[in-house]
């Protein structure tokens, strides 16, 4: 299922929490709320057609020894999706590069739009598999 014909126009004048509930009503307007696999997949496409990549992001939280938290990282793409981390993300730490959980990174640039629409994801991510 694609989703087409859906942008959203960031407004100076609106607060942070309401900028997110827009994404998430049109990412999901007439999905029902019972189709969780249907609501990724359309997720998993809007991030990829609304993510402006590279961005730089901070590490939240790792298991990996080589990144830690607060470390900065540039995000390169979106590579897969494991049922056990949600969606993994290329980036790259230097000159090494990493599969990451986008969970588990905050966009650095609290006013960008790529920074809403991660945090618009990551709020029904919370809110359907944790």
Do not use: H
């Not at 607060?15 to 359309?42: A, C, H, M, P």
């Not at 993994?88 to 905050?106: N, S, T, V, W």
């Amino acid at each position: 299922m694609k989703i087409t014909g859906i942008t959203l126009k960031v407004n100076g004048n609106m607060k942070n929490s309401e900028r997110i509930e827009n994404i998430k009503k049109k990412v999901l307007n007439g999905i029902s709320t019972e189709k969780i696999d249907i609501q990724l997949d359309i997720w998993l496409d809007y991030l990829e057609k609304e993510l402006t990549f590279p961005f730089v992001a901070s590490i939240q939280d790792s298991e990996n020894l080589e990144l830690q938290w607060k470390d900065i990282v540039n995000v390169k793409k979106i590579e897969d999706f494991a049922d056990m981390y949600g969606i993994l993300l290329g980036i790259r730490k230097g000159r090494k590069k990493f599969i990451f959980p986008l969970c588990d990174i905050e966009v650095v640039e609290k006013q960008s739009r790529n920074r809403f629409v991660i945090d618009a994801f990551l709020e029904w991510w919370t809110e359907k598999y944790l």
